[in-house]
Each structure stands twice: as structure tokens, then as C-alpha cells.
């Protein structure tokens, strides 16, 4: 069976995952990381919880950072955007962009 034919098989009941994979495959077309990506146990269940634990690993580690840093908020914790952005700027975990007229800022 194709790896396109079995991506759509396992994701046939779930668009948030089938959006989800979408996403970590489209930048890297080689088949051994679509087949390591397919066959991952983190996609199993199938589950809210499964599908966001995916999306997470396979975040830069930067992102993987800014995403911990908001556990440290109670769940229904509303804050600014602007507030959120200085601070992960703060702890440097937003790189510097290649392009020179984007802050920062900009970029988280």
C-alpha cells in the first residue's frame, strides 16, 4: 500500500489529524519521514490529547518552549498578546528572523 493511500486510510475519521500531519509533511517530501511520521504510535488513539502531544513534538524548539512557558498559567488565564511576546522575547526564546525589517515582536 502507498504511504498516500495509507495517510488517508488511518486519517479518513479525523480532519484535525489529517490537518495536523498535513502540516509536519508538507515541508519534507522524503518517503522514509512520511512512513516515520504514518507509523508514529502518537496518532493511535486518535485522541484530542494524542493529536495536540503530536502537533507539539514535532514544534521547533523555540515554539516548544513558548507553548511550556503558557503551562505556567491557570487554564482560564486571560492575558495579552503584546504582554505574552515580551516576555518570551525576554527569556530569548523567539530567534532573530533572517529578514532584517522583522522584529522580533513581528515574529512571536
Known amino acids: 500500500m502507498s504511504v498516500c493511500s495509507s495517510s488517508t486510510h488511518a486519517f479518513?475519521?479525523?480532519?484535525?489529524a489529517t490537518k495536523v500531519i498535513g502540516g509536519?509533511?508538507?515541508d519534507n517530501l522524503d518517503e522514509r519521514h512520511w512512513r516515520t511520521v504514518l507509523e508514529s504510535n502518537l496518532l493511535g488513539q486518535k485522541s484530542i490529547n494524542?493529536?495536540?502531544r503530536f502537533?507539539?513534538?514535532v514544534l521547533p524548539n523555540h515554539?516548544?518552549?513558548c507553548f511550556?512557558?503558557?503551562?505556567?498559567f491557570p487554564q482560564d488565564q486571560e492575558f495579552h498578546k503584546d504582554n505574552l511576546v515580551r516576555i518570551w522575547i525576554t527569556l530569548d526564546f523567539i530567534p532573530s528572523s533572517?529578514?532584517?525589517?522583522?522584529?522580533k515582536e513581528d515574529t512571536g
Not at 98 to 103: A, D, M, R
Request: a negative charge; glycine letters at 0%.
Open 12 to 16: 479518513a475519521r479525523s480532519p484535525w
Open 68 to 72: 511550556t512557558f503558557c503551562c505556567m
Open 63 to 65: 515554539l516548544q518552549d
Open 98 to 103: 533572517s529578514n532584517q525589517q522583522e522584529t
Open 55 to 57: 502537533s507539539y513534538k
Open 24 to 26: 509536519v509533511l508538507e
Open 50 to 52: 494524542s493529536i495536540l
